[in-house]
């Protein structure tokens, strides 16, 4: 089983860019499915993003679409998160997750400790 570390998260005004890192431990990193999530202040964990295993498939919620981008490097055991055009409610903590089936599918297997991003306006 993988072990996950999220880096890159920060303060960024509203209107900026942020790129979000998830490093995996372990050597089955390219057979997990990938995907990020987030949690808001008094609100439920939300799907945000999600990536094959062997990258060429990404799904994202709507309400990300067109601005971040999910991408993988298998050789560098790592996922990431470009956020760009940031929105103040996209302040959050984001939770990289694994799992061997689906991302999306069912709960995850695997959850990073989570990346606090918190957009200004």
């Known amino acids: 089983q993988v072990q996950l570390v999220e880096s890159g998260g920060g303060l960024v005004q509203a209107g900026g860019s942020l790129r979000l890192s998830c490093a995996a431990s372990?050597?089955?990193?390219?057979?997990?499915?990938m995907g990020w999530f987030r949690q808001a202040p008094g609100k439920e964990r939300e799907f945000v993003a999600t990536?094959?295993?062997?990258?060429?498939?990404?799904y994202y919620a709507d309400s990300v679409k067109g601005r971040f981008t999910i991408s993988r490097d298998n050789a560098k055991n790592t996922v990431y998160l470009q956020m760009n055009s940031l929105k103040p409610e996209d302040t959050a903590v984001y939770y990289c997750?694994?799992?061997?089936?689906?991302?999306?599918?069912?709960?995850?297997?695997?959850w990073g400790q989570g990346a606090q991003v918190t957009v200004s306006s």
């Open positions: 997750a694994a799992d061997q089936v689906s991302v999306v599918r069912r709960v995850p297997s695997t």
């Open positions: 372990g050597r089955t990193f390219s057979s997990y499915a």
């Open positions: 990536i094959s295993w062997g990258g060429g498939g990404t």
